[in-house]
């Protein structure tokens, strides 16, 4: 079969992408603006995606031989390009009040305690309401509230957080073997549980961590250790027979904080260059390996560039050469004052990451 | 040269004038000038016995806040630490355990926190960014001190007292500063 492209134009800018493409990997092609949000789809993950509703967009032609345009706005993710079809992101009005709507819906029964969340300044709701959203809310009741699930001591599920975007059960079912969690009930009520509590005990099932697009399920071995934006990602990788052992390194110091697979700017999990398929990564790698002993560093990880996570990095940093030390003959200028003498915060006795869980006020106490 | 404003004056080198050379009459003008400001309104205001009252919008020391209820209000989201412009914030946060609900208000709280009144530039932005009412800007000054040990203030310098137990102590601080965000969340 000779390869088919077809021609689209997205916001008058026109791709050609092979048969099959969805309106939303083309529009990915073109980067930038025009491309939708996406909260529930995800590249990996077969069968994802037209749960959010987030990517709508509008068609206003069809197709090269049916010009008409689609009467309701469609689920890019989940709508194949036609040749000469024609696509309006944020060039249409429409479009732009329906994904104000869809914001206002997924944060009609959420809590938005992002100073409590981990995921702040990772998290793809934060950045879908600050770019899509608007000011208020117009919900006045009682939001929504869960009894709580534990789901074992590595991963910390906040239910309220949830936005059922079902990518961790694709996961679950994709990615590990056997699937010991799914979505229960329906509307309002549906939650992602794990029957009867049950621990979730696969190798590979911390992978939901980084699907999740919030912070409902999130890293025990994180909890509360320190925001995004102060630890440094840096690429590492080592040997490791279960999974591709390529993985960024979320480092404080020389301590290992927080372990990830590495993702593309979409936010997706990359494909591996040593097995080239997509490069989940196993629970030994994510929660066990806490030290920089274990891994080979490669370098400071990719940024975007408005992230906040940014702050304070400096890739291609050149520092200037000591100037005291070479006139005084190699001695040490006098410290006028060794901030551990005084500071309480970042006591050198207290290794954060070797903590397993969240850390208590005894940790601090002693 | 072009000059750079039509504002631009050339020095006048003029040799003096006679009145110029003879100095006297410049110096007794100037002596009536001085002179004069004896019989005006003096400016001064006789510290420490006097005391200027601060503006409504004064940035001093920092209070940590706590709730209606006593809790403490930060919950170490580090807003005011990537707000700071002069670094001068660290925290480190803890877990809130069952039977500590009185004393935080929120799942995860500060454990430590800290800010360097060295670095601090008392600009405010740390106010600004925090989304929880936690901390505020009051109207006193960092006292002096001998050593620059004593300008890192810990959550002992910066807690304010507890309103239930200690409502003068809590008023004095807040200084009628601290207001109570409507509907608190
Ligand atoms: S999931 Fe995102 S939006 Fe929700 S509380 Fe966490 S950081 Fe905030
Ligand atoms: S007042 Fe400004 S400089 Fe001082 S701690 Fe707050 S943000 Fe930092
Ligand atoms: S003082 Fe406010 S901004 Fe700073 S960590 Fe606490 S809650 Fe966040
Ligand atoms: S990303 Fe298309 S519906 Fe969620």
Redesign the interface.
Known sequence: MSEQLFKVTIDNITVEVPAGTTILQAARQIGGDVTPPAMCFYTPLKGSGGKCRTCLVEVSKGSEKDPRPMPKLVASCRTTVMDGMEVKSVTSQRVLDARAGVVEFLLINHPL????CDQ?GECHLQDLSYEHGKGGTRYEFQRRTFKKHDLGEFIQLHMTRCILCYRCVFTADQVTDKRAHGVLDRGDHAEIATYIEKNLANDFIGNVIDVCPVGALTDKTF?????V??TKPVNAHRDCDKCCGEVTLWMRGDEVFRVTARKDEWGEIKTSEKTGKTGWICNDCRFEKKKASDWTVEGLAPIARHS?IG?GKYPGLQRPSETIERVLDGRKPRL??D?H??????KPGIE?SEIK?????D??KQ | MQPLTNRAKNVDRRPMTLAERAYLPAILKGMGITFSHLFKKKPTIQYPEEKRPFSQVFRGLHVLNRDEEGRERC?????C??ACPAEAI??????R?EG?ENLYR???YA????INMLRCIFCGLCEEAC??DAIYLSETFAPANYD??GF?Y?KNDLLIPNPLTDREAYEQAAGGRVRQPVGSR
């Open positions: 305690d992002c100073p409590i702040a909890r509360f250790k320190n925001r934006w102060f906040v702050q006028l004052m901030i003498t005084v500071s309480e915060v970042n954060l869980g969240p850390a208590t006020g940790v601090f | 919950t170490a989201c580090g807003l630490a990537v660290t925290m480190e946060a803890a877990e355990q500590e929120e799942e995860k454990a430590k926190y800290e989304p929880k620059r040990k890192i810990g």
